[in-house]
């Protein structure tokens, strides 16, 4: 008989989070990638704080492989670390909200 692995045990992250600079009111994208789809337990977080979709958070998923998060209208107080974690797969970038500084 075979060895019957779940489909969490067997994923692997393909493509990890990289680091972000945006300008104050840009939106901010975040993807992940993995080996395949199935993987339960799916969360995204900013500073710790559980992301959920909604106007200013957009959370979607393409083939059940590809996770992405993006951050509309970003304020410099969104500045922090994004991690994305998928039953035990972890990956963590930082967002780095810049202000534009105005010239007198």
Do not use: Y
């Amino acid at each position: 008989p075979c060895l019957a692995l779940s489909a969490e045990e067997a994923a692997v992250m393909v493509c990890g989070l990289r680091n972000t600079d945006v300008f104050v009111g840009e939106s901010a994208t975040f993807t992940c990638e993995l080996s395949h789809p199935g993987v339960k337990n799916v969360q995204w977080w900013l500073d710790g704080t559980p992301l959920h979709n909604n106007l200013v958070t957009e959370i979607s998923e393409q083939d059940g492989r590809i996770h992405t998060l993006t951050l509309n209208d970003v304020a410099c107080h969104d500045s922090g670390t994004v991690t994305f974690r998928a039953g035990s797969l972890i990956s963590s970038a930082k967002l780095l909200v810049k202000g534009i500084s105005l010239l007198e």
